[in-house]
């Protein structure tokens, strides 16, 4: 009785298993598709209040500023700029400093009571 049982359970099995394929066909064949059990909905058209409460959010959306991403090129250019900008005031900083040292007042030899130079200070000698 354990044997017809064990039998019929091997023939279910074996029938649930699917069609089987023979050696000499072609596998690259498409499978049979599965057929879905469950039908598929079809949507239905949008009622006008949602098509218009759509439209208002594409339009708060589009009102919004976006910032501009900066790509790198753009940030190399801003890099650049702010370089250059740092170099030109350096030079026109040191190119002021220039003119003002060169406006030291130089005294007339003239107006000395001696002229020369007339004592000495003796270097220290090393100990």
């Known amino acids: 009785m354990k044997k017809f049982f064990d039998d019929i359970k091997k023939d279910i099995k074996f029938k649930t298993a699917g069609p089987g394929k023979k050696l000499t ?3 690259s064949s498409n499978p049979p598709v599965a057929q879905n059990s469950a039908p598929a909905k079809s949507r239905h058209a949008p009622t006008d209040g949602a098509q218009r409460a759509g439209a208002a959010a594409l339009a708060r959306i589009e009102q919004q500023p976006r910032p501009r991403l900066q790509t790198s090129q753009d940030a190399i250019r801003l ?3 702010k370089e250059l900008e740092a170099e030109a005031s350096a030079m026109a900083s040191h190119q002021k400093l220039a003119t003002e040292g060169s406006k030291v007042p130089v005294k007339d030899p003239a107006s000395f009571s001696v002229s020369g130079c007339t004592s000495r200070v003796p270097s220290p000698e090393p100990p």
């Open 79 to 81: 890099q650049v700029k």
């Open 25 to 27: 066909e072609d596998t």
